[in-house]
């Protein structure tokens, strides 16, 4: 009996000495958040490069599949040079000789101005809009769209265009990323070809 007398006055004074210590409380503080501060730190460290991100929101892994054997056109003879595209440049175009024009976003439901020195996906980023992309250097096809008025070519010209075919122009599809519009149509936004 004295056995049990003795465990239960333990556990009480036990119990008491708990709740008084947790009712004072400890007095420990939590450190405060220092990541941010780490963060800026190390990004300030790091140089600025001319690396595309790194296959943000991308589509379908961002790269274009590779072409095999004997696809995509005729081996090129001994002594032929394949022609290079040389692109458009956005930023030669004079402030008299920027042109709007009347581009809708059929997913999106809106139809909005592009001006002929500004590609199709800022403007639609502009906007709001989550749309695809990954290397946004006409590299890869994650932000393919379709021009649903024709060849993409009689509607958008291409500042660089490294992933898509003729036939593929000729579908509409265009790399929304480096396309600038030459006249009003509607795309289909997120399709590959």
């Known amino acids: 009996m004295d056995t049990i007398v003795?465990?239960?006055i333990g556990a009480a004074l036990t119990l008491v000495v708990v709740a008084v210590h947790y009712a004072r409380g400890t007095?420990?503080?939590p450190p405060a958040d220092i990541s941010q501060d780490v963060l800026e730190q190390r990004a300030a460290a790091v140089p600025e490069t001319d690396f595309?991100?790194?296959m943000n929101r991308s589509i379908g892994g961002g790269a274009a599949g590779a072409i095999p054997s004997g696809e995509g056109g005729a081996e090129l003879a001994e002594g032929d040079?394949?022609?290079?595209d040389e692109g458009?440049?956005?930023?030669?175009?004079a402030d008299d000789e920027v042109e709007y024009y009347e581009i809708e976003f059929a997913k999106e439901g809106e139809t909005i101005e592009?001006?002929?020195n500004e590609n199709i996906l800022d403007m639609g980023e502009e906007e709001g809009w989550d749309l695809p992309y990954a290397c946004r250097q006409g590299q890869c096809v994650s932000c393919a769209g379709q021009i649903q008025d024709g060849a993409a070519l009689d509607y958008i010209q291409h500042e660089h265009n490294e992933a898509l075919f003729d036939d593929d122009l000729d579908d509409g599809y265009c790399l929304t990323c480096v396309a600038y519009p030459t006249d009003d149509f509607t795309i289909e936004t997120g399709e590959q070809p």
């Open 6 to 8: 003795s465990v239960a």
């Open 27 to 29: 007095g420990w503080e």
């Open 52 to 54: 595309p991100e790194p």
């Open 81 to 84: 040079e394949e022609e290079e």
């Open 88 to 93: 458009f440049d956005p930023e030669a175009i």
């Open 114 to 116: 592009i001006a002929n």
